[in-house]
């Protein structure tokens, strides 16, 4: 189910996938590709200039978060190992016009994959 749902999102404009720890953050911006070999799955290019592989076993859940900035509200998937670790963010990014109102077309694909996914996860 997980790798359904990071395939919806590979092929969305305008998602940043961050992978971050304590000393190095890492940004991919879609579309990618996405293939799953036994439980390892690679979003990107294997041989492309940025790619990433995710331990399928270790995703254990996974959440949609509105998050209330100062100016806007952040829309993200976020997904989270055993010890609720975020292991990997999907920030959908250019949801605002220039006017910082939010584009309709943008929050309803975020809404249709939460919706198709919110019960699953």
Do not use: C
């Not at 579309?31 to 390892?40: A, H, Y």
């Not at 995710?54 to 100062?70: G, L, N, T, Y």
């Not at 963010?89 to 584009?103: G, H, Q, R, V």
Request: no cysteine; aromatic share 10%.
């Amino acid at each position: 189910m997980y790798f359904e749902l990071l395939s919806d999102l590979v092929k969305i404009e305008h998602i940043l996938f961050i992978v971050k720890n304590g000393a190095a953050i890492s940004e991919i911006r879609s579309p990618l590709s996405i293939k799953q070999k036994e439980k390892w799955i690679t979003v990107g290019d294997n041989d492309g200039p940025a790619h990433m592989h995710i331990d399928s076993e270790k995703i254990k859940s996974a959440k949609f978060v509105q998050e209330q900035k100062p100016e806007k509200i952040s829309f993200s998937v976020r997904f989270f190992d055993s010890d609720g670790t975020r292991i990997l963010a999907a920030f959908f990014t250019k949801m605002y016009d220039e006017n910082m109102l939010l584009i309709s077309e943008r929050k309803k694909i975020y809404d249709t994959l939460d919706q198709k996914y919110s019960s699953k996860i």
